[in-house]
């Protein structure tokens, strides 16, 4: 999935099973398996209140400092059928400030297969870690205007998962499996009734996030919380080879030359010919060659090859970040699995790639543009892309919103480009553009 580099494009849009009732016994005691995964169970409408405060107790944490003051609760809630099999887990924080005030925020991660929790750590969420795996307190971070829900979704995610090994193929199904969680989470943290909601997520995450808003959006009565809009971060939401064929860009940037770019494009336009002829497996396979990390070790993709680049989170880094690896450390570690309530058996993102070519084969070039449209038509939309981002290039990223009909797209080709700026240090640096 894409990582956002430093610099981004900006566009603010404005249009834009029920199961039967828990019996009671000391259940409570047995929710933190002897494994160390605090596993709550599946409830409905009829569980005594009671029973939902003692799940509530359960997975409450303590964040480890600098964070530590601040109220967390994370777990697994399953959303499978009556077999309980497929847990997806959660890291719940509330904002520290006016918290009764404030928004529920939904945080969904790309890949697929990455966990929330890269997010946390790396990206928004209050306890950062730095290149040499020191933890900070990070501000401002998005709880600052957010109660934040961190949740490895689909199944198969950081460490969500399923015991049969069995994973979702297709958007749809994902959706369900995302629903069935808020609806549960929502009975353990009844405070959010009637709250107003977002929903968010990044790469493969924002494709996440279309497909849960449209559902909420065709059946309100689901959640009992208000939908008020929706963040799309380096979004998966276009036809996946009409944004990710990054010749022209990577040419243009000097990491191609002729050579390169003419063996890029035509391996692009061979993916292309398969898709027609509806081979989406040796498509994928293709594709897996070609980009993306989804390739064995024991060999390089195309753009590895050509260009030298063992990461395509930017053009101008070679490899992965440090804070990448020492993210990847803390929260795969012991003492962290520990304090979340996952078991030290269980590795982090360890069935990503699974999930990845579940989905690839079903989902990848299937075409969400019109579920894209129906979020737009209905709720206001934050959509922004990263300049430096070798996957995703933002040039393919703005053509295709370009070319969208919805009801806003006279006003937003109109739109004036602005720069936008953040105060670093009392000093004002442009990050990027936006058009509002």
Not at 32 to 59: C, F, H, V, W, Y
Not at 88 to 114: D, E, T
Not at 123 to 131: C, F, M, R, T, V
Request: hydrophobic share 40%; aromatic share 12%; net charge positive.
């Amino acid at each position: 999935g894409s990582a956002v580099a430093r610099q981004c494009f900006l566009f603010q849009l404005y249009f834009g099973h029920c199961v039967s009732p828990l019996k009671k016994k000391k259940w409570h005691d047995e929710l933190l398996q002897k494994s160390g995964d605090l596993l709550l169970p599946a409830t409905n409408d009829n569980i005594p209140r009671e029973e939902l405060k003692k799940m509530r107790n359960a997975s409450r944490v303590r964040l480890p400092s600098p964070c530590a003051s601040l109220k967390a609760y994370s777990g697994f809630i399953p959303v499978g059928d009556e077999k309980n099999s497929t847990y997806l887990f959660f890291l719940h924080i509330k904002s520290q400030v006016n918290s009764k005030l404030k928004p529920l925020l939904l945080w969904m991660q790309g890949g697929p297969g990455k966990s929330a929790l890269f997010g946390q750590f790396l990206e928004n969420g209050p306890l950062g870690i730095d290149a040499t795996g020191n933890l900070f307190r990070r501000r401002p971070a998005i709880l600052s205007n957010f109660n934040v829900v961190y949740l490895d979704a689909p199944a198969g995610s950081g460490y969500s998962f399923d015991t049969t090994g069995t994973y979702p193929s297709t958007l749809e199904e994902s959706s369900v499996h995302t629903i069935r969680f808020f609806r549960r989470f929502l009975r353990i943290f009844p405070e959010y009734h009637n709250r107003e909601f977002f929903i968010a997520g990044e790469s493969y995450g924002a494709r996440s996030a279309i497909g849960l808003a449209e559902r909420v959006l065709s059946r309100p009565t689901d959640l009992p919380c208000r939908l008020k809009g929706v963040m799309l971060g380096v979004g998966f939401v276009f036809p996946l080879l009409q944004i990710i064929n990054s010749a022209d860009y990577l040419y243009y940037s000097g990491l191609l030359d002729d050579h390169g770019r003419s063996k890029f494009a035509e391996r692009f336009q061979q993916i292309q010919q398969l898709v027609n002829e509806q081979k989406p497996v040796e498509a994928v396979k293709l594709l897996s060659r070609t980009v993306l990390n989804m390739h064995d070790a024991q060999h390089q993709s195309l753009f590895e090859e050509l260009t030298g680049f063992e990461s395509h989170a930017n053009i101008i880094r070679d490899r992965i970040s440090r804070r990448f690896e020492t993210y990847m450390s803390y929260a795969n570690s012991s003492e962290f699995k520990k304090i979340i309530h996952v078991s030290p058996n269980r590795s982090l993102d360890a069935t990503r790639f699974q999930l990845a070519l579940t989905l690839a084969v079903e989902d990848f070039f299937v075409d969400k543009t019109a579920t894209l449209v129906r979020v737009l038509n209905s709720v206001p939309v934050l959509f922004y892309t990263a300049q430096l981002d070798a996957v995703f290039p933002s040039v393919n990223m703005e053509r295709s919103f370009w070319n969208l009909n919805w009801r806003g797209t006279d006003a937003f080709q109109a739109a004036p480009r602005k720069r936008w700026y953040h105060v670093i240090n009392g000093r004002k640096e442009l990050m990027g553009y936006q058009k509002i």
